[in-house]
């Protein structure tokens, strides 16, 4: 079935720091691959996805590209902000399965000033 | 504007009661599903409906029930015999676009429930 693996958290940085947080997916065909960011006490928000290989989706500063070798879609942001601190999930979804997303375990992303 | 209203934003049950937790979106979207977040941890589904009148199980499902009788609509009722209710509830919805998986999901801002 399909399965989506992230880094654990949390992860803490200073401001200014280099991002990366890690997601690889299970899944047979050609999913799409998504990244949400979930800020305290609220819901989901899209951050970025990217819908086949090779692609790179990006917004906000943060990219992440759709890698079929590695079975890998690792999201990066060169320099975060205290105001990037939120939980960021990976997720994928497949063509003919019902529109459902299935979400990794999330990252917690905590930036010291 | 847009989007998914979930009410109330914290809800307090007692053991053994009933609670139905509000699901509403104005994005004439077909597709509805509603998520379990326990603290520190991802996101487990429980029930999806892709049309009015139609909904299937999640991962998730027992002590829960649902209805979709309106498109804008998808309630989730925690029944009594869900034995660890205490958890934040998310509600989603997608356009329903088939063969094709790129369309992002859209999220309610969640209720949080505790039992006391």
């Known amino acids: 079935g399909n399965s989506v693996t992230q880094m654990e958290g949390p992860v803490t940085l200073s401001e200014e720091a280099f991002l990366t947080i890690n997601c690889t997916y299970t899944?047979?065909?050609?999913?799409?691959l998504f990244w949400y960011v979930q800020y305290p006490g609220e819901g989901l928000q899209l951050l970025l996805k990217?819908?086949?290989?090779?692609d790179k989706g990006s917004n906000k500063g943060f990219e992440a590209t759709y890698r079929k070798e590695t079975t890998s879609f690792h999201l990066e942001k060169g320099s975060v902000q205290v105001s990037d601190s939120a939980v960021y999930f990976c997720?994928?979804?497949?063509?003919?399965?019902?529109?459902?997303?299935?979400f990794g375990g999330g990252t917690r992303l905590m930036v010291k000033p | 504007d847009g989007g998914i209203t979930q009410s109330p934003k914290y809800l307090f049950r007692k053991e053994g009661q009933n609670v139905t937790l509000s699901c509403e979106q104005n994005?004439?979207?077909?597709?509805m599903y509603w998520y379990r977040q326990d603290p520190g941890q991802g996101l487990r589904l429980i029930y999806y409906?892709?049309?009015?009148?139609?909904?299937q199980k999640g991962d998730i499902a027992e002590g829960y029930s649902v209805s979709r009788e309106k498109k804008e609509s998808f309630p989730l009722t925690v029944t009594s015999a869900q034995k660890n209710p205490t958890a934040f509830y998310l509600c989603?919805?997608?356009?329903?676009?088939?063969?094709?998986?790129?369309?992002?999901?859209?999220f309610g801002q969640g209720t949080r429930l505790t039992v006391v």
């Open positions: 409906s892709q049309i009015v009148n139609d909904f």
């Open positions: 899944a047979t065909g050609y999913p799409s």
């Open positions: 994005l004439n979207h077909d597709a």
């Open positions: 989603a919805s997608t356009p329903q676009v088939y063969g094709v998986s790129n369309t992002e999901a859209f």
């Open positions: 997720a994928l979804r497949r063509n003919n399965a019902g529109n459902m997303l299935t």
């Open positions: 990217a819908t086949k290989a090779d």
